[in-house]
């Protein structure tokens, strides 16, 4: 605790965030609560911190009986992300954030999902103008949907969900060790993007496009010695779902998102065994 708790001149007290996302829940946590609340910055030094976790003012810890069950809705003063901080990540994590980076493209800016078609290759070679670009223009799309509904109680966040309610099962029914968030969160986005095909919101060209563009950055397409039934069982815990009813975000183009309540278990079923292998 002691670490994580500075002082500015006057001898206020005030906590910087210095690490990756679990970091950032942490000490965005403790600041929320120590002396019923002091002011923290967050330094972000994963690429999955600075375009995620580090934006929203979500803060948590796990116990162990469960993953964020304590926490709190609690702004940052300021984020600082520098991308320098990037050069030492191992490729895995920097691929994990980048799966969340493509997420933003395909909920909300289709010109911006364009331009990761066309220079992914640089973003892997830590080009830093492109790294500065893609971490701000995350950023902006985060804090954007955040400013409408900063406690998710419209709805809105909803979107930010894409891909996780798939993606957050077949994190948990691999035990957390299969696949790290980013890698669950692209394949779900996949069977996301097939259910919007299959219920015919969006074309095989659209579904290709972001297929490859998963592929391309070397993460994964197919589900991996996961059993079915793993899987199934674990999405039912997705908080977005309603009684009985499941819950999907799912897209009409890419940009553009479409809820979609009741889709049937079979559908999922299939779509999610069409990636697995
Ligand atoms: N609050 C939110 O809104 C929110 C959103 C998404 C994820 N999260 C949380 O974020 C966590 C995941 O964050 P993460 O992916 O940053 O993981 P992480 O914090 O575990 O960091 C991953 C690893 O990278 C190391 N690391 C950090 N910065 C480094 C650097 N610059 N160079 C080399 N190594 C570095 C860390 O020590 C750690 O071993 C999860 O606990 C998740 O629940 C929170
Ligand atoms: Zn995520």
Do not use: C, W
């Not at 679990?22 to 019923?36: E, P, Q, T």
């Not at 078609?117 to 950023?139: G, M, N, Q, T």
């Not at 069982?233 to 977005?240: F, G, I, S, W």
Request: proline content about 3%; aromatic content about 8%.
């Amino acid at each position: 605790m002691k670490d994580l708790v500075l002082y500015d001149k006057k001898r206020r007290t005030f906590i910087v965030a210095f690490g990756g996302g679990v970091i950032g829940d942490l000490a965005g946590f403790i600041a929320s609560i120590y002396k019923r609340g002091v002011p923290y910055i967050q330094v972000p030094t994963t690429l999955l911190a600075q375009v995620d976790s580090s934006i929203g003012g979500k803060t948590a810890v796990d116990l162990s009986e469960g993953k964020n069950l304590l926490g709190a809705f609690y702004q940052p003063r300021l984020v600082l992300s520098d991308t320098g901080f990037l050069k030492s990540l191992d490729a895995g994590q920097l691929k994990s954030g980048l799966a969340e980076v493509i997420k933003y493209g395909i909920i909300k800016d289709a010109s911006f999902f364009a331009y990761l078609e066309k220079r992914y290759r640089d973003v892997l070679s830590l080009k830093p103008s492109v790294l500065a670009f893609i971490v701000k223009r995350s950023s902006d799309i985060k804090a954007k949907i955040i400013e409408k509904d900063e406690r998710e109680e419209k709805g809105l966040r909803t979107i930010l969900n894409f891909g996780h309610t798939i993606g957050h099962a077949i994190e948990t029914a691999g035990n957390y060790r299969q696949y790290n968030h980013g890698q669950a969160i692209a394949l779900g986005m996949l069977v996301a993007s097939a259910l919007s095909k299959k219920l015919g919101y969006i074309n095989d060209s659209i579904k290709q496009r972001i297929e490859n563009l998963i592929k391309s950055v070397g993460l994964p397409t197919r589900i991996k010695n996961i059993p079915l039934h793993r899987v199934i069982k674990a999405h039912y815990q997705d908080k977005k779902f309603k009684g009985a009813k499941n819950r999907f975000v799912l897209i009409q183009g890419i940009g553009k998102t479409r809820i979609t309540e009741d889709v049937p278990l079979s559908l999922i079923k299939e779509t999610i065994k069409n990636y697995s292998s």
